[in-house]
């Protein structure tokens, strides 16, 4: 894709060599978030590209902690629910829980019970998809509430680490792709 916006975001987009640790090539997204007008422009290209891709969400599913930055803004933006999945311990009433492996390490993510209607079409929006496993576990959680999730939503994608075999058959969506 070559326009204006990705453009823009490509130059924003700053790259971090070795962190969190030795190896990693960590894309930041924090200039993006500092520049006025972007954070609104990349909510209308992913309303504009849902609309393209013919996916229609009850619900906009976002992870922690940056899925908590382009959820709300997308779900505000089409008129649907934004349920957080969030860190164990976070969540103040009963949750589903289910652990996943980073591109670094491992974690577990957690979601309110009731959070999801059984029936809903959810869609999973996060800032990055690297390994696949935050999206894999927010899937199962989504599942396990009696959601279908459609479609999953990024800012980056990195090339190169088997994350679009790990989720599949959850279909992508990026703006900006990299290798790994």
């Not at 640790?21 to 924090?30: A, C, N, S």
């Not at 311990?89 to 309110?112: A, C, D, F």
């Not at 496993?133 to 199962?140: H, K, M, Q």
Request: net charge negative.
């Amino acid at each position: 894709m070559s326009d204006d916006l990705i453009q823009k975001l490509e130059n924003t987009v700053r790259t971090v060599p070795n962190f969190p640790i030795e190896g990693v090539l960590f894309r930041d997204i924090t200039p993006v978030l500092g520049e006025p007008g972007l954070l609104s422009s990349i909510t209308d290209r992913f309303s504009e590209d849902l609309e393209r891709l013919g996916w229609t969400p009850d619900v906009i599913v976002g992870p922690e902690a940056r899925g908590f930055i382009f959820g709300p803004l997308l779900a505000e933006r089409i008129g649907c629910a934004f349920v957080p999945v969030r860190k164990p311990g976070k969540l103040p009433h009963v949750t589903l829980s289910q652990e996943y492996s980073l591109e670094y390490g491992s974690n577990t993510l957690e979601i309110h019970e009731d959070a999801i209607r059984p029936g809903q079409q959810a869609i999973i929006i996060d800032d990055l998809l690297a390994t696949g496993g935050t999206i894999s576990a927010c899937t199962r959680l989504c599942q396990a509430c009696g959601a279908s999730v459609i479609g999953a939503m990024f800012l980056i994608e990195l090339d190169g680490l088997g994350a679009r075999d790990t989720i599949s058959p959850i279909q992508v969506h990026s703006l900006l792709t990299y290798p790994a």
